[in-house]
């Protein structure tokens, strides 16, 4: 497989409509409106250590009602990542394996590393 860099902004203020905002910790691609209201490939939440896992699961909910095809969700602490599919399918991995949005494949680790 071909590697690419992948622009992800961080904190992208996102308008799903007119009246809402949502702002995932980060989102893949990178979109160079400030306020896009088309949905993005990928939404990633990132727990902190007061967070809820349910509360993240809402918010992919949320994006996933917008349109956003992927949401991953990321524990820094135990280092655990979940895939949260559209389909409401959720997939848990550990340092050990790859994590996938369609074509985007990152191994585990890496990410973590970078987290």
């Known amino acids: 497989m071909e590697q ?17 905002y949502l702002i995932p910790d980060v989102a893949a691609p990178h979109i160079a409106d400030p306020y ?3 949905p993005v490939l990928l939404c990633v939440e990132i727990l902190s250590p007061e967070d809820r896992f349910s509360a993240a699961l809402a918010k992919c909910e949320m994006y996933h009602d917008w349109g ?10 135990t280092r655990i990542g979940w895939e949260y599919l559209k389909s409401g399918e959720i997939e848990k991995r550990t ?3 790859t994590i996938h949005a369609g074509e985007i494949e990152i191994p585990m680790q890496e990410l973590l590393a970078k987290i």
């Open 4 to 20: 690419r860099e992948l622009e992800a902004p961080t904190e992208l203020t996102c308008k799903p409509s007119p009246t809402r």
């Open 95 to 97: 340092v050990s394996d």
């Open 36 to 38: 896009p209201t088309e």
């Open 68 to 77: 956003v095809l992927y949401c991953w969700i990321f524990n820094p602490e």
